[in-house]
């Protein structure tokens, strides 16, 4: 299928990408890498009167770590970031995710600030966002914000963003010495969306683990935290966290697999994930 007929505007700065998401009463939509959005059109999914274009907002891409924190540009490619040392060396769990995520011509256009925007439920950076206790910066027309990702992910493809909202910036705490991240996902083939996916992230030392956060997508509208799982872990029961999982996650069927199958799935990951976590007795 052929997209609806759009206009098309190019930004030149976020003022004016803010400025031109206004004027279509909501029908105006940002284009980053177009590697979802694009998809959508052709499939008459959406039908937005006006696509503006921030790939020429100077600014956006780079990735810096001050303050042991670490900033993404939203424009910043997938492709960058998988090359890029900063992530390699202060966000490891993204460096893990960012393989998964479609095949190189989808990460050499796709955007960071896209996969967050876009918001899908399969998608592997909403959780990894969840699971580092990121935030958000974002632009719009009251001004500059920053949203928890706890706070961002609302429903199904639906964020804290607003119809005039610009993502600028993504944030992570710079990866600590005690800690240690997982990344597993279940695909039928290497690139495809996730069935199944967990992300983790928690602090190891002599006495066991804490700050245990598993996020798990392809479960739920958003990225899904298994806490009653996080507890048994944190206690120390490998056991008990697979078993917490029958309450934490209600995944329902779809056709890639029953919520039974995705349920068991996710016990199988988190026993994945754990090892890399921390050594298990077995
Ligand atoms: C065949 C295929 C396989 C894929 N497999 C995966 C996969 O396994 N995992 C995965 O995570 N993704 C996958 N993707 C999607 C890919 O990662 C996209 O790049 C990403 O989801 C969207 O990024 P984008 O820059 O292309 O955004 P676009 O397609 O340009 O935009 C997506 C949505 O986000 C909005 N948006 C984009 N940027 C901003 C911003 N800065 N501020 C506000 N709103 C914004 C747009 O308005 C639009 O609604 C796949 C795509 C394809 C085509």
Known sequence: MKPAPFAYAKARSLDHAIELLGGHEGRARVLAGGQSLIATLNMRLDAPSLLVDINGIAGLDSITCHDRQVAIGALTRHAAAERSDVIAAQVPLMAKAMPHIGHPAIRNRGTIGGSIAFADPAAELPACLVALDGEVDIAGPNGRRTVKAGDFFKD??????????????????AARPAQRVGFAEFSRRHGDYAMIGLAASVTADDSGLTDVRLAYFGVGATPVRARRAEAALAAGSMDDAVAALREDLAPADDIQATGAVKKHLAGVLLKRVAAELKDWPS
């Open 156 to 173: 199904l493809f639906e964020t804290a963003l607003g119809p005039q909202d610009v993502l600028t910036t993504i944030r992570v705490p």
